[in-house]
């Protein structure tokens, strides 16, 4: 079946480390895309990418980065930068940025030890 | 700025309808979704308006009405399992990009 695949679904992290969630499509969507999930607030986006090897920042991509060497592939690393890592991070794709819904991988829950 | 809300929670009974209201405030209007999302879980889509009227779907409807910022989302036959919260996103023009801003979901608790 065709999808989105986050791995892992949960994330520990020291302090100071940088980390890196997966993110893997077979739909063959163009565009990808990386929000960031906490209580209370909207999903909010940190990356997308419209195409291979190009991205875009979002709202909040500080303290991030992101690769898109495939098309199936999305990587998001969180740095040591990003001062409040913990959180869910939700990977999603849709056939072009221009063409939505977007679908959406089951996340990724990061906490820091 | 660009703004969108929901009211945080919501309770109905299995068997009723319900209905989730979503207010906007945005520039570059291109759509509205409506996600489900269960605890955990990711989003699911539901629906999507871009033009008004409503929009029927099975047990679920969305409303848009563009000159009002306002959507809804009307539940019926509501199942134990439709307990989740429930997304409003506005797609909104940025240049050669569409964007999707989120709201922070109305959760909506189902009761027998």
């Known amino acids: 079946d065709g999808g989105i695949t986050q791995s892992p679904k949960y994330l520990f992290r020291k302090e100071g480390q940088n980390v890196t969630l997966s993110c893997e499509q077979n739909?063959?969507?163009?565009?990808m895309y990386w929000y960031r999930q906490d209580p209370g607030q909207g999903l909010r986006l940190i990356y997308y990418?419209?195409?291979?090897?190009?991205?875009q920042k979002g709202d909040i991509a500080e303290g991030y980065s992101v690769s898109r060497e495939k098309k199936e592939s999305f990587p998001l690393t969180v740095t040591s930068a990003q001062k409040n890592p913990t959180a869910f991070y939700l990977c999603?794709?849709?056939?072009?940025?221009?063409?939505?819904?977007?679908?959406f991988g089951d996340g990724t829950r990061l906490s820091i030890l | 700025g660009q703004n969108i809300d929901q009211p945080t929670e919501m309770t109905a009974t299995e068997g009723a309808i319900v209905q989730i209201n979503c207010t906007y405030q945005?520039?570059?209007?291109?759509?509205l979704f409506w996600y489900q999302q269960h605890a955990g879980e990711a989003p699911t889509f539901l629906s999507y308006?871009?033009?008004?009227g409503l929009e029927e779907k099975g047990r679920f409807s969305s409303f848009l009405s563009r000159s009002k910022g306002y959507s809804y989302l009307l539940l019926k036959e509501l199942q134990m399992k439709d307990s989740a919260s429930y997304l409003c996103?506005?797609?909104?023009?940025?240049?050669?990009?569409?964007?999707?801003?989120f709201g922070t979901g109305t959760l909506l608790a189902v009761q027998p």
């Open positions: 990418s419209q195409i291979v090897n190009d991205f």
């Open positions: 996103a506005v797609r909104v023009r940025g240049g050669a990009t569409n964007k999707l801003i």
């Open positions: 999603a794709s849709s056939i072009s940025v221009s063409n939505q819904p977007q679908h």
């Open positions: 945005t520039s570059g209007f291109n759509g």
């Open positions: 308006n871009v033009l008004d």
């Open positions: 739909l063959n969507h163009d565009a």
